[in-house]
């Protein structure tokens, strides 16, 4: 299981781009590339997910450069409420039956 | 729609007590399911996994059993708590490489 590295912690404002950088050195080629967000007191929710180039959704975009040793979560003009912890998670089965969230970033929103 | 179902969400429980917390999955069969913890300050610890009914799979030795007695059920207890055993409990469920969290149950062990 490919082990990730995430800042502890990042500041911003409303309204700016965010974008948060996970390091995963030793992916393996079946790896996928997985962020949750996870607000104080509840479960984790899923934000994005991908195994190369770019990806994007309704809340956020995922990029994975050619060597997939790292990936960045990209949220456009955050707001307050989009202050949470944010975790990285690289793994290829189905289920990821043997995963383990790291520490996460925390990304703290002001206005 | 799938949903995920936990109780209760917080929960006080003298030291030595036993402890049961149960989870339930509609919506979906035969999901995997997931028992994870969150110790104050830090990241979700994986405890347990099943692939199906009665299949049981342990990441971590502890104080800690779960039990999957019907096909969208996923049962955590302990027969005598820890004051360790503190934190925050999150049952999920998968699918594909999707984790679909419930909304916890907060444990203190006094």
């Known amino acids: 299981l490919a082990k990730t590295t995430q800042p502890i912690s990042m500041d911003s404002y409303e309204g700016q781009e965010v974008n948060i950088t996970c390091s995963h050195n030793?992916?393996?080629?079946?790896?996928?590339i997985t962020w949750y967000q996870q607000f104080p007191s509840q479960g984790p929710r899923f934000i994005i997910q991908?195994?190369?180039t770019k990806v994007t959704n309704e809340v956020a975009s995922l990029f994975i450069p050619a060597d997939r040793k790292s990936s960045t979560l990209s949220l456009p003009r955050v707001s307050l409420s989009d202050t949470a912890v944010y975790y990285c998670?690289?793994?290829?089965?189905?289920?990821?039956?043997?995963?383990?969230f790291g520490k996460g970033t925390m990304l703290l929103v002001s206005p | 729609s799938q949903t995920i179902h936990q109780w209760p969400a917080t929960l006080v429980q003298p030291v030595g007590s036993p402890l049961s917390l149960e989870c339930t999955v509609e919506?979906?069969?035969?999901?995997?399911l997931y028992w994870y913890r969150q110790a104050a300050g830090r990241g979700l610890q994986l405890l347990f996994y099943?692939?199906?009914?009665?299949?049981i799979s342990s990441e971590v030795p502890q104080n800690l059993s779960a039990s999957r007695p019907q096909d969208r059920q996923f049962i955590l207890s302990s027969k005598k708590l820890l004051l360790s055993d503190s934190g925050f409990y999150l049952c999920?469920?998968?699918?594909?490489?999707?984790?679909?969290f419930g909304s916890g149950t907060q444990l203190s062990v006094l």
């Open positions: 999920a469920w998968s699918e594909g490489r999707k984790l679909f």
């Open positions: 030793n992916i393996a080629t079946n790896d996928y």
């Open positions: 991908g195994y190369k």
């Open positions: 998670l690289v793994g290829d089965r189905e289920g990821y039956s043997t995963l383990t």
């Open positions: 919506g979906t069969s035969n999901p995997n």
């Open positions: 099943s692939v199906g009914i009665g299949q």
